[in-house]
């Protein structure tokens, strides 16, 4: 190795061995390095002198290269001509691996399967929840918004492990666009945890959070200006977001902290076990990336997501699942209280309701039914039939009277009809006398059931009880005249 003029140049040079007598090809990464590469003083690949590169980034970023030499380059001299922005990049060379095409991206296929699978898992379990959250938000079983915060961060981490990760540095290109992404999603991706926290909390130290989404918003704004305007880089100030994040990590514990303690929040708890995991897997991030002079990253993170992500989906699972029950148990308590469970018609505190509801500048039909014989079906072929009677009767006033309005057993024998219509329901009438029949025919023992209708009379009625009164008086004066004919 040879340096330059420029502290932040230096060259290596090496002799390629008998292996070049055959076209071979260069792997290696490289971190905000530009570079030219000479065969015998032959410039065979350059990166990052492009002139259409984004004028205002002083790095080409980070990008994996496959250089293909050709054949006979065996016992000639290659020189790596590096150029860094950065003074502590001087001096830095990559781990060149070098084969056929395929040989190559063999190797970086080997070694690049776990970030792809973790990335695949990170990105889709992200998804899968935001979808989730959206496609049951106006449902009664809808998740929290807690979940729409926690996808929202799963996706803004996946973005930051995508630019990250060696599969979109050696397939996609562009590494300049690459690493400005990179760096915004990386100060982006805290803010939804904020928010979250934010959202859940109780006490008045949550305010603390919305402070910290602010600070990062405020800090992306900075980093922007600065390097739109070419005055600071924006990797030369990852210090200041790693920092802002290491004061939100103490602040996020004492706000949790007095949370669970003082509010004792339930809500908040479930989500206690993720929060540490990727809280302690952004602290090691952080140390490994200092520690390995800024050449390490997202590795420790990538892992703490992932195991960040099978918990919350655990608890998405947990918490829809919790949520279906109560709604199943919200609506069999609802329907205790407003259906009738023999018929599976409203009942009569539904039926009540009804009539209460009832405004006297709106129109009303009542058709109040009473089955006949009732009595007689218990006592003499038992209760299992009279109670089949009773369905059977439910059914036809269903199939007849469903269409116009709403439906009721209002007593032991006695049913109802409630229709916001000035409608003398004739059409329904006959159905319902013709259904009746029918099942009168088929069955052995008489199955006979009056009925009768009265319409809203402003006049004469003062509420809807009024109406369903002279339905009522109707029905007993059918019920008299079926009784005269079987008399007769």
């Known amino acids: 190795m040879s340096n330059g003029i420029n502290p932040c140049e230096y060259k290596a040079k090496v002799i390629l061995n008998i292996d070049f007598v055959m076209p071979q090809t260069l792997l290696f990464k490289t971190s905000h390095l530009r570079f030219k590469i000479y065969i ?4 065979v690949y350059s990166f990052g002198y492009e002139e259409n590169a984004v004028s205002f980034l002083k790095s080409p970023g980070t990008s994996y290269h496959l250089v293909e030499l050709p054949a006979m380059s065996s016992n000639k001299e290659i020189v790596f001509d590096f150029q860094s922005p950065y003074s502590n990049y001087h001096g830095f060379l990559p781990d060149i691996q070098y084969g056929t095409k395929g040989e190559c991206i063999a190797y970086y ?3 690049s399967m776990y970030s792809l699978f973790s990335l695949t898992v990170v990105l889709l379990g992200g998804l899968t929840i935001m979808i989730l959250y ?3 938000k106006n449902k009664k079983y809808a998740l929290s918004k807690s979940f729409l915060y926690i996808s929202s961060f799963i ?3 996946s973005i930051w492990l995508f630019f990250q990760s060696d599969s979109c540095q050696l397939m996609f290109g562009y ?3 690459m690493y400005f992404a990179d760096l915004i999603s990386l100060v982006l991706f805290p803010v939804p945890l904020n928010l979250y926290i934010y959202d859940v909390s109780k006490n008045e130290k949550r305010k603390y959070m919305l402070y910290f989404a602010y600070a ?9 200006l600065l390097q739109v305007f070419g005055l600071v880089d924006m990797f030369q100030l990852v210090l200041l977001t790693h920092s802002l994040m290491a004061l939100n990590m103490i602040v996020a514990v004492y706000v949790v902290h007095v949370e669970l303690r003082i509010e004792k929040n339930k809500d908040l708890r479930m989500f206690i076990v993720p929060l540490a995991l990727v809280s302690a897997g952004g602290l090691l991030e952080m140390i490994l990336y200092y ?7 997202s590795f420790a993170l990538r892992i703490a997501v992932v195991a960040f992500l099978v918990v919350i989906i655990i608890n998405a699972i947990k918490s829809y699942y919790d949520n279906l029950l109560e709604l199943k148990q919200a609506e069999y308590y609802e329907q205790l209280a407003s259906v009738d ?5 409203g009942n009569r505190n539904k039926y009540e309701q009804f009539l209460q509801s009832h405004e006297p500048n709106q129109p009303l039909t009542a058709v109040l039914f009473d089955l006949n014989y009732l009595k007689y079906i218990n006592d003499n072929f038992g209760h299992v039939v009279g109670d089949s009677a009773l369905k059977k009767c439910a059914e036809c006033i269903k199939e007849a009277f469903s269409n116009k309005g709403e439906c009721f057993r209002i007593g032991g024998d006695e049913f109802a009809v409630l229709t916001k219509a000035d409608d003398n329901l004739q059409k329904e009438c006959k159905v319902f006398e013709k259904l009746v029949q029918g099942w009168n025919k088929k069955l052995s023992y008489t199955f006979s059931v009056a009925y009768g209708v009265a319409r809203f009379n402003q006049k004469t009625d003062q509420s809807a009880y009024d109406t369903a009164k002279r339905a009522d008086f109707a029905m007993y004066h059918m019920k008299e005249e079926q009784k005269r004919k079987i008399i007769l």
């Open 134 to 136: 959206f496609v049951t």
């Open 291 to 297: 520690y390995s002079n800024m050449t390490q990253t």
């Open 216 to 224: 990062y918003a405020a800090t992306l704004v900075l980093n922007l």
């Open 109 to 111: 296929q080997n070694k």
């Open 40 to 43: 015998n003083e032959k410039m």
């Open 155 to 157: 996706f803004l981490v």
């Open 175 to 177: 590494p300049q666009i």
């Open 341 to 345: 469970m023999l018929t599976n018609l």
